[in-house]
């Protein structure tokens, strides 16, 4: 059974920074592209950022702007998410999700086989 395990959520203030984490299981970890998504109350789920199979190739969403990175340790089945210089607007739910298409990453939900439960993130301004 596949498991994806977000956590590192938490409440901020406007500026600060959090790192997230997304721990899986029940998969050949290395063989999937992984993406970070979020959901605002109201909202449609968005692409955040995407990291291929290897690492070498990372995708971010156009409103990140340079404040968040992506990265994974695949002998520890983890990929992470660094929010930094966080505004009231990212907060959000964000998702970790795994796709094993072609190993790189994808900015469509569709794209993605497996999804956690998400983890809050509350900026407060």
């Known amino acids: 059974q596949v498991q994806l395990a977000e956590s590192g959520g938490g409440l901020v203030q406007s500026g600060g920074s959090l790192r997230l984490s997304c721990v899986a299981s029940?998969?050949?970890?290395?063989?999937?592209?992984m993406g970070w998504f979020r959901q605002a109350p109201g909202k449609d789920r968005e692409f955040v950022a995407g990291?291929?199979?290897?690492?070498?190739?990372?995708d971010f969403g156009n409103f990140v702007k340079g404040r968040f990175t992506i990265s994974r340790d695949n002998a520890k089945n983890t990929v992470y998410l660094q929010l930094n210089s966080l505004k009231p607007e990212d907060t959000a739910v964000y998702y970790c999700?795994?796709?094993?298409?072609?190993?790189?990453?994808?900015?469509?939900?569709?794209?993605?086989?497996?999804w956690g439960q998400g983890t809050q993130v509350t900026v407060s301004s």
């Open positions: 029940g998969l050949v970890f290395s063989d999937y592209a």
């Open positions: 999700a795994a796709s094993l298409g072609y190993g790189f990453p994808s900015e469509l939900t569709s794209s993605y086989d497996y």
């Open positions: 990291i291929s199979y290897s690492g070498e190739m990372t």
